[in-house]
């Protein structure tokens, strides 16, 4: 039987593509690797034929040939077991997801314990070269996380605005100054004055974003020449059990999980009823809750999908490879 009346029953190769489209082979290698240089005209011939006969690329072969895993992979803290099913963490990796696949990559999941980079997957994963590149959320970027990673030559990118700033670090995130900033006019033209922001000790020391969401609500404030309060959770409750005037207005919590520890002991204060609360990221749970909660919307799928098209610019050596994004919220 000749190739070409048993191809449509077995695996085609990529030499008999090329013949059929009339090209060469490193024509169908460059088609099936997305390259940008290829006329639309053969790029629909070659696709035709590779849809027609159900073509799938071996990619072990094509890994040896090209020296990639054709693989990426994302770091979770596996110290923080909740976080991976967070509706907020899915978000950001549905973006992710959506970019890889369309790509033709895998995606691997890997954990790492905090203070434990040695002994973690994460470690043995990027020392043996099985992906091409890693998306690092920031609670896991270190000093020692960047190092490793530069020392492997490991193309990587910061799943949100990292403590460390260097010139190889790059980072996607959330634009939390304008975020916070949006999110307290909100509340101060409702006629709110007495408006604080809430924070826990740890997350402002660890993360930049608790940081930046400060920094957005001082500058709401200051331009409304109100003076800014913020506040960490004990303060709040010894507000509640003072004189009338000192209870807020309202309350701005730099992380939602700061939300719920609140609205855990709410209950014990009659006021608590008459103020106004607000948080980022706007959650399906807000509206099962006992209170208002004012929140503003920003962008969590478009953070994955931007991290993972910077990882593949990066992969890619793009020269045109952004050193950060920030996104705004709408």
Known sequence: MHWKERASIEKITIKEIAELAGVNKATVSRVLN??????????DKVMEIV???NYVPNALAKGLASNRTYTVGFCYDYTEKQAVSNPFFQTVLQGVEDVVYARNFLFLMMSMQRDQLAHSSFAKVVTERRIDGVLVPTQLFTEATHRLLRQEGMPFVVVG????SQPDVHWVDIDNVQASEKLTRRLLDQGLGDVRIVYDEADKVRDKFVLDRIEGYKRAMGASRLKPREATL????????GEAETVPQALIFSTESLLFDWLDTAASYPQAH???LATFDRSPFHRHMKYAVEAIEIELEAMGTEAADMLFALIDKNELAQPYIKIPSK
Do not use: D, L, Y
Request: avoid cysteine.
């Open 34 to 43: 997305g390259n940008a240089n290829i006329s639309a005209r053969t790029r």
């Open 51 to 53: 849809k027609r006969h």
């Open 161 to 164: 605005e990292p403590m460390i």
């Open 234 to 241: 004990p303060q709040v409750e010894e507000a509640f059990v």
């Open 274 to 276: 008459s103020i106004r």
